[in-house]
């Protein structure tokens, strides 16, 4: 198994551009999770997804946008991306029973530069 | 929202205990502590979870007090591999509290030989 896969593993943007990052994972889970990493701070959540077609928003959700019509797949989409965007981004997934936390699997990450 | 306050930063010498402790006052009923760690470059792996009292597994042991306002993470008989950041998140899984899921900032343990 490959675990959870994010593409591109780099990438600098001109503010005002659009991307979409990549992630999926090959382990089946129904949750998957986008988070983004500041220098020396913690992980915030940006975005969730129980299943397939439901997503949710996190802690810091503006700016950014999502889809999941596969198990597999949960894109995230920057639409005109600004200089506070410049992050580390993770994706992850776990296997969720509701009323249970349950470990999550993270990527590797991606790391954005918006100038 | 459980506020999470971590030390920033632990040293310690190789073969030591590290026992680092995550303050959550205001820490959910439904909420688990869970412990990750992350090496520069990579994503978090998981550590250790709980609800109360204590956890022990291959790697760690985890510490809560009756009235789980926070929790201790120990680290046994550690090596220079040990050495990464280490973070407390509270939160459970019940479906519309997802998105409350809270990292703390992180400590940074440094062992040196």
């Known amino acids: 198994n490959a675990g959870v896969t994010q593409t591109p593993k780099f990438r600098i943007l001109k503010i005002g551009q659009s991307m979409t990052l990549q992630c999926t994972q090959d382990m089946n889970h129904n949750y998957m999770y986008w988070y983004r990493q500041d220098p020396g701070m913690g992980l915030k959540l940006i975005y969730y997804s129980v299943g397939a077609g439901i997503t949710d928003k996190g802690e810091v959700p503006n700016g950014y946008n999502v889809s999941r019509s596969t198990t597999e797949d949960f894109p995230l989409r920057l639409e005109l991306a600004a200089p506070s965007q410049t992050s580390v981004y993770f994706c992850?997934?776990?296997?969720?029973?509701?009323?249970?936390?349950?470990?999550?699997?993270f990527g590797p990450g991606t790391r954005l530069t918006v100038l | 929202l459980a506020k999470i306050t971590q030390p920033i930063s632990m040293d310690s010498y190789e073969g030591q205990e590290v026992n680092i402790t995550c303050s959550h006052n205001?820490?959910?009923?439904?909420?688990?502590i869970t412990w990750y760690q992350q090496f520069p470059s990579q994503g978090p792996r998981f550590i250790i979870q709980g609800y109360k009292t204590k956890v022990t597994n291959e790697v760690a042991s985890l510490f809560i007090p009756a009235d789980r306002k926070s929790s201790t993470l120990s680290l046994p008989r550690v090596s220079l591999s040990d050495t990464a950041v280490y973070y407390c998140l509270v939160g459970d899984g019940v479906t519309d509290s997802w998105g409350k899921l809270q990292f703390g900032a992180g400590t940074q343990v440094v062992v040196t030989p």
């Open positions: 205001n820490i959910a009923t439904n909420d688990y």
């Open positions: 992850a997934s776990s296997w969720g029973l509701e009323g249970t936390y349950n470990e999550q699997f």
